[in-house]
């Protein structure tokens, strides 16, 4: 991720963009590039001192001066060789120097922020679609994908920080976008990678208990998400899910204009006669006295809230609600998201990127929930850095939900994945229904090996991601390249399929550990 705010030629005097600052050690300052990290720092480079949720930028200083810093952004005064330029919020004072470095983007483009513990990306793609098939150019920054207006392109995160949040804005106003769609996160809205913006429309999928690992508790997890609000024009809106249990009680004290949807009475945008196959769904969104048809390929009540929030924005903006549905039906498939794969295989395969236990269960529930009989199976793991609580989660879901389990590798990075597989057993009452194989070409084999006709499986955990991290190596393809591989050339996929530690067995039981 750029930490670095790229050189405007022109500059920039912080007395203008910040007008309650006060300057020492010099009449004014002009700024033509700034950082916030002291490593990256280049010479002439005005040094925001941010105090962030580990570290604080203000400790050091004096490092950025030594490498060159022209002048200092600082919560408090300091005594130093270059002018400081003394404001009450570094961040926020951060996110506005980024955005006038570039010619404030934010002030020509539509903002829609999104967030929820899940489906924020899903929702990110619909918003766009919507107004794309309207006639409205719109970008898109999400953990699916950077959108430019005109090309997609895969990122590494999700909401950036101020520097690159304002590189992305300003292409985007290049390439004549009107609106921009923002995936925001309970990391981001914390971290305050945010800083500087305002948004017009703020979305909220669900809260549900999760990143308690970040925020230490629900509380604050809720508390957090609901700081999005504190960046809404006067003029915006919120669209809240009114399924959503937490959401549902939290409208009644948003001061702002709100917006619901869901699958229930008293949601204003609703959803009703739902048919689902393996194949995709159709349902009838109402909309007040209208109602229209939908259609699509991608299967799961999850989706349907997620159009249901997208058509709301669409139908808030002014859009017809034809117009609207074109939208969504205009998406074929997110990719790595439910997205079922088109195979020789008799059985239906889906993938996802399913890692915590309330996401595996939705993806549970849903393949559960579908017509075609035959025996569910799942291939599922635990990440680096995941919470036991988490990880005996996930075994808890997969155990009560699927006919058949597979505990493989998510990115296990520097930890055993063995390890990672015990403490997913922890959630199991009885773990001798669970099968190991850490390795993922490994497990996807043997699923495909011995899945039957009619049979339903979920690879969960990796969704569309290209490149894996075990323990051992570096696996670069896909959960999808995987399962063509299966289909293409056995040879090769048996390959891939070798531990890499030649000790130890490819597949565990139970029996293993006793």
């Not at 429309?201 to 990143?211: E, G, L, M, R, S």
């Not at 959503?244 to 699958?263: A, E, Q, S």
């Not at 393809?477 to 531990?499: K, P, V």
Request: with cysteine; net charge negative.
């Amino acid at each position: 991720m750029e930490l670095r705010q790229k050189r405007t030629e022109a500059g920039i005097s912080l007395q203008e963009i910040l007008p309650d600052c006060q300057i020492f050690g010099a009449d004014s300052i002009q700024v033509s590039s700034c950082s916030h990290d002291w490593n990256r720092l280049q010479p002439g480079d005005l040094y925001v001192a941010c105090a962030g949720m580990e570290k604080d930028g203000h400790d050091h200083i004096p490092m950025a001066i030594k490498k060159g810093a022209a002048a200092i952004l600082s919560e408090r005064f300091v005594v130093a060789d270059v002018p400081v330029c003394l404001v009450d919020d570094t961040r926020e004072a951060y996110g506005q120097i980024c955005q006038y470095l570039v010619g404030t983007p934010k002030d020509k483009l539509k903002l829609i922020g999104v967030t929820g513990t899940d489906g924020k990306s899903i929702t990110c793609q619909l918003i766009r679609s919507i107004l794309h098939q309207s006639g409205i150019r719109c970008g898109m920054i999400s953990s699916l994908a950077y959108c430019d207006g005109f090309v997609y392109s895969k990122t590494s995160g999700t909401t950036p920080s101020p520097p690159q949040m304002a590189e992305y804005l300003g292409e985007l106003v290049a390439n004549g976008c009107e609106a921009a769609v923002i995936e925001t996160s309970s990391e981001g809205i914390a971290e305050r990678r945010l800083s500087g913006l305002e948004f017009d429309a703020c979305v909220y999928t669900n809260v549900k208990k999760d990143h308690l690992d970040s925020h230490g508790t629900l509380k604050n997890y809720r508390k957090i998400k609901t700081r999005l609000l504190d960046r809404l024009k006067p003029d915006g809106f919120a669209v809240l899910n009114a399924d959503d249990k937490f959401l549902g009680k939290w409208i009644d004290n948003i001061h702002c204009p709100t917006l619901t949807y869901g699958t229930r009475n008293h949601a204003e945008i609703q959803a009703e006669r739902i048919e689902q196959t393996v194949f995709g769904q159709t349902f009838l969104i109402f909309a007040g006295n209208e109602s229209i048809p939908v259609k699509t390929p991608v299967v799961g009540d999850f989706f349907i809230r997620h159009c249901l929030a997208a058509v709301t924005v669409g139908l808030a903006f002014g859009l017809e609600l034809e117009d609207v549905v074109r939208g969504i039906e205009s998406v074929e498939r997110i990719p790595g998201r439910m997205e079922r794969l088109s195979s020789q295989h008799p059985s239906s395969i889906f993938i996802d990127a399913a890692k915590t236990p309330s996401q595996l269960h939705g993806m549970l529930r849903t393949l559960n929930s579908l017509p075609q009989e035959g025996k569910t199976w799942c291939i599922f793991g635990g990440a680096s850095g995941v919470s036991k609580e988490q990880l005996a989660g996930l075994g808890t879901v997969a155990e009560r939900h699927a006919d058949h389990t597979i505990i493989s590798g998510v990115d296990v990075h520097n930890e055993s994945a063995l390890e990672i597989a015990h403490e997913i057993l922890d959630g199991y009452e009885d773990v001798a229904k669970a099968h190991i194989i850490p390795n993922r070409a490994a497990a996807i084999e043997h699923v495909l090996d011995n899945a039957a006709a009619g049979d339903k499986i979920l690879i969960a955990g990796l969704g569309d991601q290209p490149t894996q991290f075990g323990y051992y190596a570096e696996l670069s393809m896909s959960d999808r390249e995987l399962c063509e591989l299966w289909q293409e050339d056995r040879l090769a996929l048996g390959e891939l399929t070798r531990n890499y530690e030649d000790d130890l067995p490819i597949s565990y039981s139970i029996d293993d550990y006793r």
